[in-house]
Each structure stands twice: as structure tokens, then as C-alpha cells.
């Protein structure tokens, strides 16, 4: 199969559409500025479609175009094969962010479940599951200052692999473990610098992600969260009067001030396995699924606590 799109911004989503119909599919993606069509579909056996720029015409901005490429994308392939998606059009990994911002607009659960099926072809159940955790991230966030708040996000990108349905930027650890100390050196000059500017304003939250966070050593990771709790102590204007960091503490999303000691055990061979390969490793005793552990906290393998 051939994708070809006039611009770039319609590569992601009309791959991921395609895809999504025919997973096993190989399928070959360019760009061409000089072609006519916005996206050009070629489907084994010789089926062709195209988006005509005539086709979104009346559609304002960018992103009101790409919704409407996927959306007549998304039809084509449906009617083709005489399957619907669950979750229809929608690509990517964060549908409820989506369905805040209609809930937001429409200010009606209902209305903005309607919206979701009517224009994104979400199937009912889906649009209503996604609606419903839309309230309930509505509830969690409503406490925190966002007029003179703010929440850090920590990037750590290096992954022990490379999980196949993860379309976010990672390296391989094995071949930069060398530049660790490196990155860590500027990821701490950074948050420096982010702390400066952000003096005076309450730093509601801390999200260390990735990547993997817990490819760092044990030491690494102590490094970063001193250097956070430093940067953004009380004194400086960032945190809440208890410490954020207390030592200990393996990494995920905290409250600032609430990061508690957790045990994990470093040896642990498969700790820092991806997804895919926990999965796959049943013989080292890890659990199919993350279930909640005691202490509030989460039980993600074999002796090991997060």
C-alpha cells in the first residue's frame, strides 16, 4: 500500500488510519509538495482515493483541514471494508483530552458524547467511557491553581526497548547509557533555569516520564530528584512547605511535597522491562496486568514497588 500527502501534517493520522484497517499491510509513505491531491491512497488490488483540496475547502486552519482529511479517510476505508472502529477516527494515545475539550465547549455530557460519535465515529460505548473519564480528569484537576500554578514535566528518554506501539521519542539505553551522566548534566541546567522563571508561581504538580524514568541507576535518579527538590524548594518560591523529595523514591507523578520513599529492588533483572517484553516474560513471574498493591501504591512485577 502508498500513501502520499501534499504536506506533512497529514502524514500521522492518515498512516495510523490505514493502519488501523489493515494492520498486517506494509505500507510506504511519502510526501509530495507538486501533487495535486492533499492525500493519495493507493490499496493493494489496485483501489485508489484521494482528498481533493475542493474537499476541505470552507474548513478554517490547519487543524480543521487535517480533521477533515482523517474524517473522509477514515469513511473511505469503512465503506471499503464494512468495518467500523470502536473508537472511529481518532488516533494517537489520549482520546479524553479530546473529549475534555468538548465536554468544555458543549458544557453538556451528553451533547459532547453526541459530538464524539457524530463527528469522530466514535462507536456509543466509547464515546461515553471517554466522556466519563473526561469528568472524572475534570474533578482531579479542579483543586489546582492554574492561574498562578504550574506542574514540571521531567523527560528521561531511554527505553531498555522500544515498545511497537509507542510513537513517542526514546533511545536505546544500551547504546546511550555512556551519555546518561551527560544528559543528566543538561536535564539539571534546565530545570535551573525552568526554576528561575517559575519563581513566585506554586508548582502543583512534578511528572517524570520518558522514556523509561527507571532506566536511570539508582544514584541517577537520587541525583535528579535532590536537584528538583533544590531548584524548587519552598525558599525558592516552587513547592508546598514539606520537601518534595524525601529520598528513596521511584519515579511517576507526585503531588509536589507527597514523592514517598517506595521500595524496589535494582537487581531485579526484568525491572526495566518495556511493555512488550513483560508481556511476553511470564516465566520471571510478572503479572499480565499492573493491580493495586498496598500502601497506595503500584505492584508492576516480581518483588518490585512503585
Known sequence: MKISCKE????????????AFFPE????????????????????GGSCFCVLPADVRGRAGMQAKKREVTRLVYHFLSEMTGKELAWGMLTGVRPTKLAM??????????????????????????????????EREKALLAPLDIHQGFSL????????????????????VDLWKGQMDAYLDALCKELAVVAVQMRGQKLNTIYIGGGTPTTLEPGQLERLLCHIDDAFAPSHGGGEPSRIYRGGGAAGQHHAGKIRSASF????????????DAAKNARFGWQAAYRAGSGGKLSVGKGTRV
Open 8 to 19: 506533512t501534517v497529514f502524514t500521522y493520522n492518515v498512516y495510523h488510519m490505514v493502519k
Open 101 to 134: 475539550q468538548i465536554v468544555a465547549r458543549e458544557r453538556s455530557e451528553e451533547r459532547a458524547v453526541d459530538v464524539l460519535q457524530r463527528d469522530y465515529a466514535v462507536a456509543p460505548p466509547k464515546a461515553k467511557l471517554a466522556v466519563e473519564i473526561a
Open 25 to 44: 499491510a506494509e505500507i510506504e509513505q511519502y510526501v509530495d509538495a507538486g501533487q495535486e491531491p492533499l492525500v493519495k491512497l493507493e490499496l493493494d
Open 265 to 276: 529492588a535494582p537487581g531485579e533483572p526484568h525491572f526495566h522491562q518495556s511493555a512488550d
Open 153 to 172: 514535566y521531567v523527560g528521561i528518554p531511554f527505553c531498555p526497548s522500544i515498545c511497537s506501539y509507542c510513537s513517542f521519542g526514546s533511545l536505546s
